[in-house]
């Protein structure tokens, strides 16, 4: 198997050791306060991978200024971009995906990590 099948497993074994060492309850609990030192410990581990701080993104880069993120988004949530793209996580992009603590299979688009789900369910977004 090559590093991109095996990827999963090894963001899931990188999280659940930071979880371990931290003694964090939760791999939600990483993700609403530890996600930006988590995220560098995954890049660190496979030497590979790109941290994405939603806070600190340039402009050039900043993955929700791409307009395929929002293409296939309810209307409220498109209306609400602005915020929910401000609301602080950090995670890994790699290979087209986007891999957190409780990712670890990773997602096509970053609105599909469990923290943005969790932050469009505030709008009232049925997210299933």
């Not at 095996?6 to 309850?25: C, E, G, K, M, S």
């Not at 991978?49 to 309810?74: C, I, K, Y």
């Not at 890994?92 to 891999?99: D, I, R, S, T």
């Amino acid at each position: 198997m090559s590093f991109y099948e095996n990827l999963p497993d090894y963001v899931d074994q990188i999280a659940a050791t930071f979880q371990r060492v931290r003694a964090v309850q939760s791999r939600q609990h990483i993700n609403n306060g530890l996600c930006d030192q988590s995220a560098a410990a995954i890049v660190a581990v496979l030497g590979a991978g790109t941290v994405v701080a939603s806070w600190n993104r340039t402009r050039h880069d900043n993955p929700f200024l791409r307009e395929e993120v929002w293409s296939d988004q309810n209307q409220r949530v498109v209306e609400h971009k602005q915020w929910i793209a401000q609301q602080n996580h950090a995670w890994v992009e790699l290979a087209g995906k986007h891999y957190d603590a409780e990712a670890v299979r990773g997602v096509d688009n970053p609105l599909q990590l469990p923290f943005y789900q969790r932050v469009i369910k505030q709008l009232g977004v049925d997210t299933a």
